[in-house]
């Protein structure tokens, strides 16, 4: 989606909205009603992606907060992390592009980085290693097999509950994400945008998979097991619960 906007937008002068995918399809006509739906979609879909991610995430906050203070997990103080969320990402967007949210983001992802460097270096290093060998090994053999299979025989409901759900979740901010890469893409080419946006993120995501993975595959193999239960009787509180078994956990979680 972002390339399709940077290249219409930046090479043939259209704007910088989601209707200007649509162009090779309806031509002028997207400067009119069928433009205006279009980004109307575009907009409630993304609606949906970031009540979802905001959902989870409070959920995570407030069992941390349960965790170490014994701060209660409820509707209330939900609501509360949202509304102090909800404002700082307002102020990120006000202050524009280069000074809030791009400030904002790169904060993120040095923090991301260094918990995910503590988690690997304090954690089960070796045994993270071989996992992420053997974990891209399986995924390359498999790929074909989980990209077809849709529970025809088994009617666990588990795709449903999973990779529907997750592709669903990411589609949706599909509109926001790609017109922010579009927009701090200009200038570069099309080889390098595409290093940038599918090789470097699919490479991080395998690694943050497997540290945090096969972190807690270690707990719960080699260091007494339970963790499995623990995650599934509070899945929020995962995180918190892999920290507590590392050190220095009163900073990191």
Known sequence: ?????????????????????????????????????????????????VATSLGFGVQQINAGFS????????????????????????????????????????????LAMLLLLFVFIFGPTMFILNGFAENIGYYVQKLTVISTWNETFENSNWQNSWTVFYWAWWIAWSPFVGMFIARVSRGRTIREFLMGVLCVPTLVTFLWMTVFGNSALYIEMFQGGGFAQAVTDNVPLSLFLLLERLPFNAITS
């Open 67 to 110: 965790h170490l203070f014994g701060i209660e997990q409820s509707l209330p103080v939900q609501i509360v992390l949202i509304v102090v969320i909800t404002a700082i990402a307002t102020v990120s967007v006000v202050k524009g592009l280069d000074s809030g949210i791009r400030k904002l983001s790169e904060l993120n992802i040095k």
């Open 1 to 49: 989606m972002a390339l399709a906007l940077a290249f219409f937008s930046f090479n043939k002068g259209q704007p910088l909205s989601i209707r200007t995918i649509f162009y090779p399809l309806l031509g002028d006509k997207i400067q009119g009603a069928w433009g205006n739906l279009i980004d109307i979609l575009a907009t409630v879909a993304t609606l949906f992606g």
